[in-house]
């Protein structure tokens, strides 16, 4: 089964500034989907950002991105330009490539809260 | 707004209650999930179901009892709750199959209070 570690609970950033949230994975497959979901109080799970694992390019969506080395199975988040309305609970999830199989299930890590400060 | 709904927002019921938690999507997707988020742990996937089957139960209490009546709605039954079951109820909906690999839309959840 595949795992998903987030080894930062909490992290904070000072308005402007860029901050880097850590997900490192475990799984046999080769292909397979990453995701970030952003979390704000209101409860709501935010799709941030997709990675394609059999794609080498990091996935980029205007002041986030990612760094995807598959061969370390790490997949960290950066934010830059950090706004206070990034202020969130920050999860990194993983999910199979369905063709070779396996349910359509969605895993996820433990979370990063990530406060923006002034 | 993401397309799916859930209701009530927040609700508080007592362990011999029974109450409903409702989910709704309009997005044309036909698998619908129940995650539940505690505090401190990792959000657990609680069932799985695609063109209204379930395919996945995990390992969860007879207390909860889901019902999907089409592809678009989604309802947890609750009865007879412990006080641990209060947790953020979260309803996910996705396309099926490779569709899910695109990830999938939340709703804002219920917040469940048992006293």
């Known amino acids: 089964a595949q795992t998903v570690t987030q080894s930062q609970p909490e992290m904070s950033v000072q308005e402007a500034e860029t901050v880097t949230l850590s997900c490192t994975y475990d799984t046999s497959e080769s292909n397979y989907y990453l995701f970030w979901y952003k979390q704000p109080p209101s409860g709501q799970m935010i799709l941030v950002i997709r990675?394609?694992?059999?794609?080498?390019q990091n996935a980029t969506e205007n002041r986030f991105s990612v760094n995807f080395q598959k061969a370390a199975k790490s997949f960290s988040l950066k934010i830059s330009d950090s706004q206070l309305g990034d202020t969130a609970m920050y999860f990194c999830a993983f999910i199979h490539d369905l063709i070779t199989g396996g349910g359509n299930k969605l895993t996820f890590g433990t979370g990063t809260q990530l406060k923006v400060e002034l | 707004e993401t397309g799916v709904t859930q209701t009530p927002r927040h609700l508080v019921m007592g362990m011999t209650n029974k109450k409903s938690l409702k989910c709704e999507q309009h997005?044309?997707?036909?698998?619908m999930y129940w995650y539940k988020q505690s505090a401190k742990k990792p959000l657990e996937l609680m069932f799985v179901?695609?063109?209204?089957?379930?395919?996945e139960n995990n390992s969860v209490p007879s207390r909860f009892s889901p019902e999907c009546p089409n592809s678009s709605h989604l309802f947890l039954h609750l009865h007879t709750l412990q006080p641990e079951d209060s947790a953020l109820y979260l309803c996910?909906?996705?396309?099926?199959?490779?569709?899910?690999?695109?990830?999938?839309?939340f709703g804002s959840g219920t917040r469940l209070t048992v006293v």
């Open positions: 997005l044309g997707h036909n698998a």
């Open positions: 996910a909906s996705s396309q099926h199959t490779q569709g899910a690999t695109y990830g999938y839309t």
């Open positions: 990675q394609e694992a059999y794609k080498q």
């Open positions: 179901y695609n063109f209204k089957e379930q395919t």
